[in-house]
């Protein structure tokens, strides 16, 4: 979900990389995502903190419960994962690029291309930015992405990647996206203000919208060229591996389950 040039380059060490989980901890992750599914008033998708919870538990690291571009931290290896879980029709959203001098610089956008390069470039950095910050924050060498996919016929694809090192720790490059802003739109309830949008030269894709004279928004519809082409990176499985679990029985498992306090305390003894 980043490197470089994510749809044509390979890390050279992301064999090596610490931010891949092996096998068994792919399937503890598995595992306790189906059983999560199978509760009474689950829904028919993977909550972000719940997915952040489970890679945290499985691989010994913590959540950060902060707006970081990293989600998840490991401090003794080092490294951090950005999490996103969503139903594979809901578009990724980038948090809200709050551009400095954003008036002026949409203003210049408007009269010339130099401007429109500008502002282009101006976005790639807020991104980068954003994974630097966290990469000197937390003191990583490696910053990975952890993405839970849920299909419409309840199928669900998970994998992991390799996004940015210390070493090269730049996610986005500016000279691969061209910008333009887009026409205004009107619908039958009112008119919607023009998006700015970056085409990714390389895959020449649409891979942002900024809506940068509304909200803010970033939208990242470039996170689909990340997902792997080969299915052996991918691991697959259904959602509700096992019937639901009853009302009752989980009321059952409740009554008999410790407290937080208890369970602190059983672990310690």
């Known amino acids: 979900m980043w490197c470089p040039d994510p749809t044509f380059r390979r890390w050279k060490g992301a064999a090596l990389s610490k931010i891949l989980s092996n096998a068994e901890q792919l399937q503890r992750i598995r595992t306790i995502l189906s059983k999560y599914a199978s509760l009474p008033f689950s829904p028919d998708t993977i909550p972000g903190a719940v997915m952040e919870a489970v890679l945290a538990n499985v691989r010994d690291a913590e959540v950060l419960k902060t707006y970081d571009f990293v989600d998840v931290i490991d401090r003794k290896n080092r490294v951090g994962w950005q999490v996103k879980s969503t139903k594979a029709s809901t578009p990724v959203t980038w948090k809200r690029a709050k ?35 966290s990469m000197r924050l937390y003191d990583l060498n490696e910053i990975g992405y952890a993405r839970l996919i849920v299909h419409d016929d309840g199928g669900v694809s998970y994998f992991e990647r390799l996004l940015c090192t210390k070493d090269e720790p730049l996610v986005f490059r500016k000279e691969d996206f ?22 990714h030269t390389p895959t020449g894709r649409k891979w942002w919208a900024w809506h940068g004279l509304g909200e803010n928004q970033l939208h990242f519809s470039g996170e689909g060229t990340w997902w792997p082409g080969d299915e052996a990176q991918m691991t697959r499985f ?13 009321i059952s498992l409740l009554e008999r389950a410790p407290t937080e306090s208890e369970a602190k305390t059983a672990a310690a003894t």
């Open 99 to 133: 551009i400095p001098d954003r008036d002026v610089m949409i203003a210049a956008s408007r009269e010339s291309q130099d401007g429109v390069r500008a502002l282009g470039d101006r976005i790639i950095d807020f991104c980068n930015d954003h994974a630097i910050e």
């Open 178 to 199: 061209e910008w333009a802003w887009s026409q205004p739109k009107v619908t039958t309830k009112k008119e919607q203000l023009p998006a700015f949008h970056g085409r």
């Open 238 to 250: 259904v959602l509700a591996e096992d019937e639901r679990m009853s009302l009752e029985t989980f």
